[in-house]
């Protein structure tokens, strides 16, 4: 391969597409089109498709997106292939206070409208206009068949899917292409620009003299068959070890949970310590628990239990040990202060007054139990 390739995805780092006349770059950071023979430019990595925004009409990337479309329309002496992505989830709307993640997701497969006319369509305003369509296909370029989620509703497509005969690939008039495909590898795409006519035709050999063992054939067949036993059995080690990790997280969730999940996990956890069976109580009235070993009945009670505090809702952002010494008596007094930061909803005006006013929980008289709000 003579060409020379320019790859832009958004980390440019993905090693899965290097060679050497393959150069990657970040979709921040490309570097000049017209120093290619051919810029793919690829959206398909997940972390392009979230937005800040509370709308659906952008992406966190756009002005990298416009950027990347001024470049285009001033290029001069290459061709583009833009691989758009497979359906995936687009989130959007970030969690600003806690910074803990997005309040609302969408599939792409549901925002096609805002995806194409403007999302797309900063990038290049010819892909812009093109309307796409979901549906799973498959489009058999050389012996493989390859995957798309969307097809383009035009009929005069470079390349059609089996059967359903839908666009996967269509033309850009003259400054390139755009397909749906799912590109994976160096050697997909090397095989979808052979297709295009962008880099010259690969002879193949025939399928006869593969089986003409010459040099040290058998040797290297040898060593894959090896190797891939080798990495059969580190996969399994690690889907054991992977099992031993999520069972950790399983008991150190008593860390962070709250309401049924907490009481569930510190059961098993007793059952485990003390031999007990907790099977057969039921909370229905968010009371304590018992339970009976060796005849003596055992009383216990969960804290941090709150059945209508959602996790994603509330955070612990600080937590501290008190200790002071009660001057009457002189005991010493030790407990854990823990500052949480969230959202509510006032659904009953009169016991958020009261709350507010009077403070929330049993050590009030610590200095605990205090609100403090703002409106958003």
């Known amino acids: 391969m003579k060409e020379r390739i320019q790859i832009i995805t958004y980390s440019g780092t993905e090693k899965n597409f290097k060679d050497n006349n393959v150069v990657l770059s970040k979709i921040s950071t490309p570097r000049s089109l017209d120093e290619f023979d051919i810029n793919i430019i690829m959206l398909t990595d997940k972390e392009i498709w979230e937005s800040k925004s509370k709308t659906i009409n952008k992406v966190n990337c756009s002005n990298d997106l416009k950027n990347l479309g001024v470049m285009i329309n001033y290029m001069h002496n290459t061709q583009i292939l833009i691989v758009l992505p497979q359906n995936c989830t687009y989130y959007y709307y970030y969690d600003h206070i806690r910074g803990h993640g997005y309040f609302n997701n969408s599939e792409l497969k549901d925002m096609l409208d805002e995806l194409s006319s403007q999302i797309l369509n900063d990038l290049c305003n010819i892909l812009g206009v093109m309307r796409l369509n979901y549906e799973n296909t498959l489009t058999k370029i050389g012996n493989k068949e390859y995957k798309a989620a969307f097809y383009f509703q035009v009929n005069d497509g470079i390349l059609k899917s089996k059967k359903s005969n839908k666009s996967t690939v269509v033309r850009l008039h003259n400054i390139g292409y755009a ?3 799912e590109m994976l590898e160096k050697d997909d795409m090397l095989c979808l620009l052979r297709e295009l006519h962008l880099i010259e035709q690969k002879d193949s050999a025939p399928d006869w003299i593969k089986e003409i063992p010459m040099f040290d054939d058998d040797v290297q067949r040898d060593l894959i068959a090896n190797k891939k036993n080798e990495i059969a059995e580190l996969n399994q080690v690690i889907k ?3 099992g031993k ?3 950790n997280m399983h008991f150190k969730s008593i860390l962070y949970t709250s309401g049924d999940d907490l009481v569930e996990v510190v059961f098993e956890i007793l059952q485990n310590m003390l031999g007990c069976d907790l099977s057969e109580f039921v909370d229905k009235k968010k ?3 018992l339970f009976d070993i060796g005849g003596h009945i055992y009383i216990g009670e969960i804290k941090g239990v709150n ?3 959602k996790n994603e809702n509330v955070s612990v952002v600080q937590s501290q040990w008190m200790q002071f010494t009660k001057k009457e008596a002189g005991n010493r007094i030790s407990f854990i202060s823990v500052t949480y ?11 958020f007054v009261k709350a507010l006013t009077e403070g929330i929980g049993r050590e009030k008289a610590y200095g605990m139990g205090m609100l403090t709000v703002m409106r958003l």
Do not use: P
């Not at 959202?343 to 005006?349: A, G, M, N, Y």
């Open 341 to 351: 930061e969230g959202i509510l909803t006032v659904t009953d005006k009169e016991l």
């Open 245 to 247: 990790l999520d069972n």
């Open 307 to 309: 059945h209508n505090v």
């Open 240 to 242: 054991v070890a992977q």
């Open 287 to 289: 009371e304590d628990f």
């Open 179 to 181: 397909t749906t495909l």
